[in-house]
């Protein structure tokens, strides 16, 4: 069930649009954005039996979303699909006042996934992945580095990442109907795949559109594929069945109430590594929770109603490990891109297209 009201103490400028995003959304919308971050795929039907309201009002409430940028379902490739090796995270010092303008020129470039601006001991965060036909070498020794207005970068390789972005979410409902919604995820019931060459070139071009619209239907690929709406429906189940597209939800954390974003590196003793990965991976604030080589060993990027909740974080969670020797945090000023995904402040904006496998139509 939700968590009991908080009056959050707010800093950062941007964030009176979010507050008044929260306050549009009633209890109706917190629970259907709960639900479709448990399964994103659920029919309408079968959404608006588990939440007790009516398909009209289910479908109306999700088209209002949908239609005000405030969600939108999207599917997340398989790593092996678009990558040639393992993700970055990269923090970037800037020249003064040039952190925004950094920001803007990195946003150009296909293989920056998720980009902040932060405060802390780095200007700019950003999670740049590998594409396949990217050199690594080139692009993490001169071209980021040589973007103007950039002092110095500092680049984590993720050896293994405990959470990703999809697994936050709101914590609303019961666990009843948390059983229902899990009937309607596709699980990965064959092996996965380890290289794009592996799939046909019909599904090549259905992975486009279902990684663009991660609730699309047998019917839609069926006419944008110009093929039966059966044959849609064997490809879009193979995709899904192989773990090739994971469908997720893209919504800000601020408009459902947790506005503050940071990001805890945390140096451990080796010993204590997979406990703290385990246990950070489980927390209600984690979106990424990631093993990485470099002056860290792990990063928790996590997402805090206030600062109180974010200060009882560090105190008590982060305080109860054995092991922990030193924590840096970084504060989020500004949000520009989650997965791909643009931001307009609270409302989600354009997507790149550049990390998608490319020669098909």
Known sequence: MSEPPRTPNLLAVHRSAPREAEQSLDATDLDLVAALQIAPRTPVNALAAVLGASPSTVARRLARLRRDRLLRVVGRLDWPLITTENPRQVWIR??????????????????????????????????????????????????????????????????????????????????????????????????????????????????????????????EIARELGVSRSTAYRTAQSLLECGAVWPRVEIEPAVLGYPLNALMSLTLRPQAIPHVLDTLSRHRSARYVSMVAGSASVV??????????????????LGAFEGIMTVNTSVAVEVLRRHWTGRDGFRLGPRAEGFLPGGVA
């Open 94 to 219: 800037c020249e003064p006042g040039r952190s925004r303008q950094v920001a803007e020129r990195l946003l150009e470039l296909d293989e920056v996934q998720t980009l902040l601006v932060t405060t802390g001991n780095a200007d700019v965060y950003c999670t740049v992945y590998p594409l396949r036909g990217t050199d690594v070498t080139e692009l993490l020794t001169r071209r980021l580095p040589s973007v103007p207005g950039i002092v110095a970068t500092e680049s984590q390789l993720i050896l293994r990442a405990h959470s990703m972005g999809q697994s936050w979410r709101l914590h609303r409902l019961t666990a009843q109907q948390e059983a229902r919604l899990r009937e309607h995820i596709d699980p990965v019931t064959r092996e996965r795949l380890t290289a794009l060459e592996q799939l046909s070139e019909l599904e090549l071009r259905a992975i486009r559109l279902m990684a663009d619209d991660g609730r699309i239907s047998s019917a």
């Open 300 to 317: 928790h990027y996590g997402v805090f109603r206030d600062e109180e909740d974010l200060a009882d974080f560090i105190t008590t969670d």
